[in-house]
Nanobody, 128 residues
Framework: QVQLVESGGGLVQAGGSLRLSCAAS????????MGWFRQAPGKEREFVAA????????TYVDSVKGRFTISRDNAKNTVYLQMNSLKPEDAAVYYC?????????????????????WGQGTQVTVSS
């Protein structure tokens, strides 16, 4: 059974930083593109960032460009989301997701339907 387990969420003041981690129990982790999504109360879940299986390509939603960085360590089956200069509007439950592509692929997945596996989410709260 595949599991994605997020960690690193919490309460931070505006302007602060958090680093989210997502550990995946995928035997062929390097064949999966990984993504982060978030859902704020009363809003639909939205795409935040994605990284290709080969880690050579990344993409971000405009609202986090320059502040968030997605990365992955294929040796540890882990994807990260470094979040800097956090704003109150970044507060949400953050989910990581895995979508099958191919090893060393540069393909990026940005839509929810492209992801097969999802974590349970980790709460990020930003105080103003």
């Amino acid at each position: 059974q595949v599991q994605l387990v997020e960690s690193g969420g919490g309460l931070v003041q505006a302007g602060g930083s958090l680093r989210l981690s997502c550990a995946a129990s995928l035997r062929t982790f390097n064949s999966y593109a990984m993504g982060w999504f978030r859902q704020a109360p009363g809003k639909e879940r939205e795409f935040v960032a994605a990284i290709s299986a080969g880690a050579g390509s990344t993409t971000y939603v405009d609202s986090v460009k320059g502040r968030f960085t997605i990365s992955r360590d294929n040796a540890k089956n882990t994807v990260y989301l470094q979040m800097n200069s956090l704003k109150p509007e970044d507060a949400a439950v953050y989910y990581c997701a895995a979508g099958a592509t191919s090893p060393i692929s540069s393909r990026l997945l940005t839509a929810e339907y492209q992801y097969r596996y999802w974590g349970q989410g980790t709460q990020v709260t930003v105080s103003s």
